[in-house]
Structures are given as C-alpha cells and as structure tokens.
C-alpha cells in the first residue's frame, strides 16, 4: 500500500496526525529532500528504509514503490505542503493503478496557508476579495493559454503565487499589466512556519527590491493583494444585526 502524504509547510508539528501516524508505521518512506523537514525522518522506525526522491526520476520512483510492494512494505511518499498543489502526484498515482497497486492520500498544510499564520492575515476579508487565486509566474514549467498571471491579476482577488521568486521582475510586470496598481500590498514569505522563516512586506512595484531584501529566490512564497492591507468590512457572521439559523438578530 502505498500512502501519500502532505508534510505540512515546514514545522514538524504541523502535520497532520494522521500524517504522522504513517510515518510511524510505514517499512519505506520516500521524501522530496529539498523542500521537507528533515525532522520529520525522525519519525520513522530505525529499520525504515528511507529515500530521498530529489535526485530521482518519476521512473525511479515508481520502481521503489514496485519493489516495496513485492516486498509487503508499507510506503509513505512524503510530500511538501499538500499533494494536491504543486506535488507532481498525478502522474505516481496514475502509474500506481495502472500497475493495479493501491494508494491513497493524506492531505496536509499547504505553504499558503502557513504564509497567511506568520503574516497573522486572512486572504478572504469583506469589501476587499473574497476570492484566493493560487497560480505561478509561467517559467520552465509553462502555464496554459488563459491562466496568464496578467489575467488573474485583472479579478483584483487575493493572490498567493508558488514557485515564481526567482521572477519577481515578471511577476512585478504582469501584476501591473493586469491592473494591480504598484501601491498594492504584498510580501516574500521564505520558508513559513520554519526556524529560518523570514518575512519581507512591500508592495507590488517593489517585488524585485523585496526579493533582493530577502536575499534568495528559493521557497518564498510571493503574496498580493488588498487583503495585507488596513482596511476591510465587518464580517456580517458576527455582526450583531445580521440574523442566521443560530442566531437572532440583535439591536446595540
């Protein structure tokens, strides 16, 4: 059986109990090395055999996984954040049922998330977006005719973009060319929620200037939008004069 796993964005303790339990248990653990926790591997039993799938190919992986199954392993393929977003897990778990192994996913604590507790921000607030775009800048790794960052931009909606650090004068460029105007709040969130986590705020015309204040391009998380900024609306689920099935409405 095989288990995929999210690891969570960084600290060790968020991952998911189930998540964890897993790891206890499984025979062979096989980890993207660059991007989780290494002390999340000190979870794992002293006899699991434990992989680290950074130098390895899609095919070398799944010949792991096959080999782990003739041997009666139980495996845990961990992955950074939450599968789902960025993980490259389609393609495991289609060679997976197509040599009819079993599997299944245990979801965990995308960086997006993580990078909205250490700014202590909510992306959804009222009068300003509620609506999260999560996207990246189109680099080696192309995105598909409509998803152009310039056309996302033009929703005017909360922004959290993977993988697009190393771009921040593209990303700058196509903020600005969706109609973001260069004054809107944004931030660098490197490595949330770990020890080294470092935070840089500035604005959407500053990017390139706050990738250098930062000092790397690797594993921040660029976050824009009117969410990081002062003003917002009174959520109408708290408000006293606004009625729902569990609450009358009130006069102050």
């Known amino acids: 059986m095989i288990h995929f796993v999210g690891a969570g964005p960084g600290a060790p303790d968020l991952i ?35 992989h680290d799938s950074a130098p390895l190919t899609l095919e070398d992986v799944m010949e792991l996984f096959v080999e782990g199954e003739k041997d009666g392993l139980l495996t845990v393929r961990l ?11 389609r393609e495991q778990m289609d060679g997976l049922a197509a040599r009819s192994i079993p599997f299944d996913v245990t979801p965990g604590v995308s960086a997006f998330c993580g990078a909205a507790a250490a700014l202590k921000a909510e992306y959804t607030l009222p009068d300003v977006s509620q609506t999260l775009i999560i996207s990246r800048v189109s680099g080696r790794t192309a995105t598909p005719p ?53 935070i840089v705020r500035g604005t959407v015309g500053g990017l390139p200037e706050m990738r250098q204040a930062l000092g790397t391009d690797k594993t921040a998380l660029i976050l824009a939008g009117r969410f990081l900024g002062d003003e917002y609306g009174r959520s109408k689920l708290y408000d006293p004069s606004f009625e729902h099935g569990y609450r009358g409405k009130r006069t102050i």
Not at 79 to 89: L, M, N, R
Not at 161 to 181: C, I, M, Y
């Open 146 to 198: 409509g998803e152009d960052l310039a056309a996302l931009a033009a929703h005017g909606a909360s922004m959290a973009l993977f993988l697009s650090a190393s771009l921040t004068d593209t990303a700058r460029q196509k903020l600005l060319e969706g109609g973001l105007p260069p004054e809107t709040p944004a931030a660098l969130v490197y490595k949330a929620t770990w020890p080294e986590q470092r």
């Open 79 to 89: 992955h950074t954040g939450d599968p789902s977003i960025y993980g490259a897990v």
């Open 16 to 50: 998911t109990v189930r998540g964890k339990n897993l790891i206890e248990r499984c025979d062979q653990l096989i980890y993207a090395g660059s991007l989780v926790n290494p002390e999340l591997l000190d979870f794992a039993k002293k006899d699991c055999r434990i």
